[in-house]
């Protein structure tokens, strides 16, 4: 896998293209494709990290692809390495030429750098990609400048990913990925909740940075590793408004027609469908049946993908 690495541990020189790419959509592929087609430097994608409006506005800023996940994701592509900025006020403090010089020539040796045409950068933002341009130029150094891709139903953008994740709408948010979402949790022991109404779930942690979809019951694939087939299975994300209303939202997967120990064990998630709202059921005999039912719909629709 490429290697994660800080701006000085990077490989030099570098031909980098700048920018978050996060949920790395056909738009974002475009920009990284200007560098991995050229000789004259390592092909890097060089991001921020935290993202500049956590550290800049308390604001949280979830990531539908942590930096672990983006490794893997660009290396396909003919990335070679992952270079995170650590971004701070000091970071933020700096000019546009005072980024430029210092971070993108003197530590990381740019000789060619792509962004797309909304970019922006430096002290209050005000620099954008035609500034790169012009203060790259004074050092030789080629800008490629991206233009904003659009469909029919506007510009191509991680806000829209987040938008048909937040409405369930794995389909969509597949379509603008070009590739299924997914995360990956470690399972941890949970009540035994599920196991006592005779549907065992694993309870799985996430890391808290990362993008769910919106609560509800989803039909998903789950692996417990990479290299073989998934597990056909259903997700519950959310509370559990029957057994313990009061809990907080959690992610438990169910695995159909498997009795598998996970504990300790990382599983890989992707949800394909959803399949209803979370509801507060009268006890836990329609509970059950509902979940019942549940894994009934599931097998159908997985059975025909």
Known sequence: ??????????????????????????????????????????????????????????????RLDLPSEKTSLLEPIGIEQLVLIPFDHSLASLTPEQFVNQILIQILQAKLIAVGANFRFGKNREGDAFTLQRIAATSGIEVSIVPILEDNEGRMSSSRIRSALKGGDLQIAKKLMGRAYSFRGHVVSGRGLGRGLGWPTANLQIDGRKFLPCQGVYA???????????????????????????????????????????????????PVQKLRNQKRFANLEELSSQIGLDAKLARSILQHL
């Open 1 to 62: 896998m490429i290697p994660l690495c800080s701006p000085k541990q990077a490989r030099l020189p570098t031909a980098l293209a700048l920018g978050s790419f996060d949920g790395l959509h056909s738009g974002h592929r475009r920009v990284i494709e200007i560098v991995t087609k050229n000789s004259s430097g390592i092909p890097t994608v060089v991001s921020f990290w935290p993202h500049p409006r956590e550290v800049l506005y308390g604001e949280t800023r979830l």
């Open 220 to 270: 998903a694939w789950a692996w417990a590793d990479k290299n073989r087939a998934p597990f056909s299975a259903i997700m519950n994300l959310g509370p559990q408004p029957t057994v313990d209303p009061s809990s907080p939202s959690a992610v438990e997967v169910h695995l159909l027609d498997q009795e598998i120990d996970l504990i300790g064990k990382e599983l890989l998630v992707e």
